[in-house]
Nanobody, 122 residues
Framework: QVQLVESGGGLVQAGGSLRLSCAAS????????MDWYRQAPGKQREWVAT???????NYADSVKGRFTMTRDNAKNTVYLQMNDLKPEDTAVYYC????????????????WGQGSQVTVSS
C-alpha cells in the first residue's frame, strides 16, 4: 500500500554536494518521524539524521554542519542535502519513514526506501 522511492545518489569528488530525495506514495493518512541511515561497505547501518512531525531535526555528529534534512509534507517527501562531502561519507543511504496508512487498525509503521549509493572520491 506504500511505496518509497529514493533518488539523487551518485559519484562526487570530495568537497562536492548531493541531494537525496525520498518520496512516499500510496494510501497514506499521515507521516510522522522521518530518518536517514547509511551503511558503508563492511559496516553496520548507522543513523544519520531525523526530523519529527513537529519539524525538529537532529543529526549525527559526523554530519552535523554539513548535511541538512528537510521535509515537504504536502509531497510526502524528505530530502537530505549533503555538502562538503568526504570519502568517509561513501555508503548506501536509506530513508525510513513512519507512516500511518488508511487501513484498519491505522497504526503507524516504519517503511524503508530501496537505498541510494553515494560515492565520494578523494
Amino acid at each position: 500500500q506504500v511505496q518509497l522511492v529514493e533518488s539523487g545518489g551518485g559519484l562526487v569528488q570530495a568537497g562536492g554536494s548531493l541531494r537525496l530525495s525520498c518520496a512516499a506514495s500510496g494510501n497514506i493518512i499521515s507521516l510522522d518521524a522521518m530518518d536517514w541511515y547509511r551503511q558503508a561497505p563492511g559496516k553496520q547501518r548507522e543513523w544519520v539524521a531525523t526530523t519529527t512531525s513537529g519539524g525538529s531535526t537532529n543529526y549525527a555528529d559526523s554530519v552535523k554542519g554539513r548535511f541538512t534534512m528537510t521535509r515537504d509534507n504536502a509531497k510526502n517527501t524528505v530530502y537530505l542535502q549533503m555538502n562538503d562531502l568526504k570519502p568517509e561519507d561513501t555508503a548506501v543511504y536509506y530513508c525510513k519513514l513512519n507512516i500511518r496508512i488508511n487501513r484498519f487498525p491505522y497504526i503507524p509503521n516504519d517503511y524503508w526506501g530501496q537505498g541510494s549509493q553515494v560515492t565520494v572520491s578523494s
